[in-house]
């Protein structure tokens, strides 16, 4: 080896181990910020029920507190803060954090020392040694009043390192809703322990597709091209909204047979699953001509493009709109590899997006 190289070498590894490092550091300085304003929340709830008249108490002495810690701190102990202080305490003393309901995201993301350094240094209840994300992501995680839906977002946030804005978009477009239709009371149950566990082909499909980012009309004022064109270009966020695993493979792929020639508008591939995932786009209604081309595309790819160590191939086709019957009864009765599924490309409001899921 090269000393250029060796040195090459040796940097990556270096830099590898300076990079975990800091981010170590980041998580540990945000859990620790976190556990705090749950600390300080807790000693706010207990003074408060000690209060003869609560809701008065409890308002001067968060002013007076406030003053005081500004006073003595600076900024960052608003009236407005520290309710929302008081807020963390109340919504997670009532219920497990991500780590109690996941021991493994808790070892990932938190190591033995650390956790025992914060312990050093506060005593606190066990409950409060679970906060993992930022002091941002759970102002907006403890506003959402479900229960198991809260639970789900901040498990997939974690195991996925969501910004805050990506956390937001997926709560925005129903990313809990569309998967929790086609489950059952403990598939749902799952959700709230596990997040989204990939297992069979049908865990990876959503109805409706969330499509807002492509910044296009409602309207058919466009064309199938034009859609798959807006797609790549918006590729991270088309891969982002199709789910866990997915790794682009190509466009306009290009089959033969008897002289004659077909085009898949896009090929995925999915690593959880190791299959292919071929997508069709259509405008407007679905067809069932729709469903029988797409079933000859995984039929070519299952005979002629997969590897024997390789599971079956998904075709999914988006649509503006779809009969259920025409899916129904095109497809075969216990059909586990073609779906259809509706795509929005302007994000409803969360009103219209639960209304559109309950009447499927």
């Keep these: 080896m090269s000393n250029d190289l060796q ?27 976190t556990i705090t304003y749950f ?10 029920q000690n209060g003869k008249d609560r809701a008065e108490y409890g308002k001067q002495l968060l002013k007076g507190l406030s003053q005081q810690l500004t006073d003595e701190f600076g900024k960052g102990f608003s009236v407005d803060n520290l309710q929302n202080m008081r807020k963390l305490y109340l919504v997670y003393s009532i219920s497990e954090t991500v780590s109690n309901i996941s021991e493994d995201i808790n070892q990932k993301y938190e190591t033995a020392s650390s956790i025992s350094k914060i312990q050093d240094r506060i005593e606190l209840p066990k409950i409060a040694l679970n906060f993992i994300l930022t002091w941002s992501h759970y102002l907006f995680l403890m506003n959402i009043e479900e229960q198991k839906e809260r639970k789900f977002y901040e498990i ?88 866990h695993g997915f790794t682009f493979v190509s466009r306009q792929q290009r089959i033969t047979f008897d002289d004659k020639h077909f085009r898949i508008d896009l090929v995925f591939y999915n690593r959880i699953l190791k299959s292919f995932v071929l997508i069709d786009l259509k405008i407007g209604e679905l067809k069932h001509q729709d469903l029988g081309q797409m079933q000859m595309y995984v039929n070519y790819y299952d005979r002629e493009m997969r590897l024997e160590d390789e599971n079956k191939t998904i075709g999914i086709i988006l ?21 259809a599924s509706k795509y929005k490309t302007v994000l409803p409001s969360v009103e219209v997006l639960k209304k559109l899921l309950e009447n499927k």
């Excluded at 070498?9 to 945000?30: D, H, S, Y």
């Excluded at 600390?39 to 408060?48: A, L, M």
């Excluded at 499509?211 to 064309?223: C, I, K, T, V």
């Design 319 to 339: 649509c503006q709109n779809k009969s259920e019957a025409v899916v129904k009864y095109t497809l075969p009765e216990h059909n586990e590899q073609i779906f």
């Design 156 to 243: 997939e946030a974690i195991k996925y390192k969501w910004s805050l804005r990506e956390l937001k978009r997926q709560y925005n477009s129903a990313l809990y809703t569309r998967l929790s239709l086609s489950r059952d009371k403990e598939g749902i149950l799952e959700l709230s322990k596990k997040g989204q566990i990939i297992e069979k082909p049908k865990d990876i499909i959503k109805d409706p597709y969330i499509l807002e980012f492509l910044g296009l009309p409602e309207l058919n004022q466009y064309s199938e091209s034009q859609l798959e064109e807006k797609i790549i270009n918006k590729l991270e966020n088309f891969l982002m909204e199709l789910g």
């Design 39 to 48: 600390e300080i929340g807790r000693i706010i709830v207990e003074e408060e």
């Design 7 to 33: 040195n090459k070498v040796i940097f990556q590894q270096v830099a590898e181990l300076l990079q975990n490092a800091r981010q170590q550091v980041l998580r540990t300085v945000n859990s620790t910020m």
